[in-house]
């Protein structure tokens, strides 16, 4: 069965940057579009980014397009956020998955969830 493991998420000042990583095990997922969702406070969970399965090809939600960027690492199931200029409207949950749906902007996510890894920015 597949799993996903999320790190990287910690406290970080407003214009700092952080690194997400997310390691997926069970099979391989070179061939999966994956990438991140977000769930803040109070708000649904929603898309961040996406990447296809050769990593060619990415998507963001409006909020974050410039300032984070997703990558991959197909050989060993490995997906990124890098994430640059925080704001503290990025402070949420921030979620793995992998088996998203070329559909409906990209933001359907697939069966494959992570538990979360917290990032909080102040201000």
């Known amino acids: 069965q597949v799993r996903l493991v999320e790190s990287g998420g910690k406290m970080v000042q407003a214009g700092e940057s952080l690194r997400l990583s997310c390691a997926g095990t069970?099979?391989?997922?070179?061939?999966?579009?994956m990438g991140w969702f977000r769930q803040a406070p109070g708000k649904d969970r929603e898309f961040v980014a996406g990447?296809?399965?050769?990593?060619?090809?990415?998507k963001y939600a409006a909020s974050v397009e410039g300032r984070f960027s997703v990558s991959r690492e197909s050989a060993w199931n490995r997906v990124y956020l890098q994430m640059n200029q925080l704001e503290p409207e990025d402070t949420a949950v921030y979620y793995c998955?992998?088996?998203?749906?070329?559909?409906?902007?990209?933001?359907?996510?697939?069966?494959?969830w992570g538990q979360g890894t917290q990032v909080i920015v102040s201000s």
């Open positions: 990447i296809d399965g050769s990593g060619g090809t990415t």
């Open positions: 069970g099979r391989t997922l070179s061939w999966d579009v």
């Open positions: 998955n992998a088996g998203i749906t070329l559909g409906a902007g990209w933001t359907r996510p697939g069966d494959y």
